[in-house]
């Protein structure tokens, strides 16, 4: 019986340990998300709203709008009117 509980609560103990660190992770992933703008020509700087939007990435988001293709940016505040951030398509 000893023995029993010498090698079971080890794995509990380690599978409480992964599973919480996946938790983790996930919620980090999702802080990571942010919403996107294109400024067109002859537009306010980061008023049309593009779907992607991530800080962090390799492939660089774009948009296409009246046959033209914008890379979008990022502001981290609603009401700023610029966009400082270059946006990237999250996870793939």
């Given at each position: 019986?000893?023995?029993?509980?010498?090698?079971?609560?080890?794995?509990?103990?380690?599978?409480?340990a992964m599973s919480s660190s996946f938790a983790t992770q996930e919620s980090k992933k999702a802080q990571l998300l942010v919403d996107c703008y294109?400024?067109?020509?002859?537009?306010?700087?980061?008023?049309?709203?593009?779907?992607?939007?991530?800080?962090?990435?390799?492939?660089?988001?774009?948009?296409?709008?009246?046959?033209?293709?914008?890379?979008?940016?990022?502001?981290?505040?609603?009401?700023?009117?610029?966009?400082?951030?270059?946006?990237?398509?999250?996870?793939?």
């Amino acid at each position: 019986m000893k023995t029993y509980f010498k090698i079971i609560i080890p794995a509990i103990s380690i599978l409480l340990a992964m599973s919480s660190s996946f938790a983790t992770q996930e919620s980090k992933k999702a802080q990571l998300l942010v919403d996107c703008y294109i400024t067109p020509i002859g537009h306010f700087p980061c008023q049309i709203y593009v779907g992607c939007g991530s800080l962090t990435g390799t492939i660089v988001c774009t948009a296409i709008f009246q046959g033209q293709t914008y890379q979008a940016y990022a502001k981290l505040n609603p009401t700023d009117t610029v966009c400082p951030f270059i946006c990237y398509k999250p996870f793939p």
